[in-house]
């Protein structure tokens, strides 16, 4: 029986992961978009002093590039949101498919097959280059140098 409940537990959470609840309000919590897509009319068309156009016209312009903004951006969002969606969950569950069954493991075959090699080429350096640098300094150590200044 408690095996049971600990199991329905796990299910639960693992729903309630995959099915949180969304901000429909704050749609870029971690403001990934905050300095690329601020485009706003101001920002694109904009009428030098000495040449306006009729104020009516300004205004116009000003409502049509807001209005077929949104619109545009919510048609292709219907359009083409949902299929790339799907394309980018895709792209994203074969990255960590590739990192979680191919990388990983790779890496941890190749840190273990290399240990074996450091351990051979650390006894090699140690049996060989160990004796000669000591041997070297021996011989270097008994060497005196003097400065004199001439004048």
Not at 53 to 72: A, I, L, P
Request: glycine letters at 4%.
């Amino acid at each position: 029986m408690a095996e049971e409940q600990t199991g329905l537990e796990e299910r639960i959470i693992i729903k309630d992961q995959h099915t949180k609840e969304i901000d429909l309000v704050n749609r870029d919590p971690k403001h990934i978009n905050e300095d690329v897509i601020k485009v706003d009319f101001e920002d694109v068309i904009a009428e030098p002093a000495g040449t306006y156009s009729f104020d009516g016209v300004w205004k116009t312009s000003y409502t049509t590039f807001t209005v077929s903004k949104y619109w545009c951006y919510r048609l292709l969002s219907v359009v083409l949101g949902i299929p790339l969606a799907v394309i980018w969950g895709f792209l994203f569950a074969l990255i960590s498919f590739c990192h979680i069954w191919a990388v990983v493991p790779c890496i941890k075959s190749y840190v273990i097959e290399i240990q074996c090699v450091s351990r051979i080429y650390s006894l090699c350096i140690h049996t060989f280059c160990d004796p000669l640098c000591e041997a070297l300094g021996k011989i270097f150590s008994s060497i005196k140098v003097a400065l004199r200044k001439e004048i």
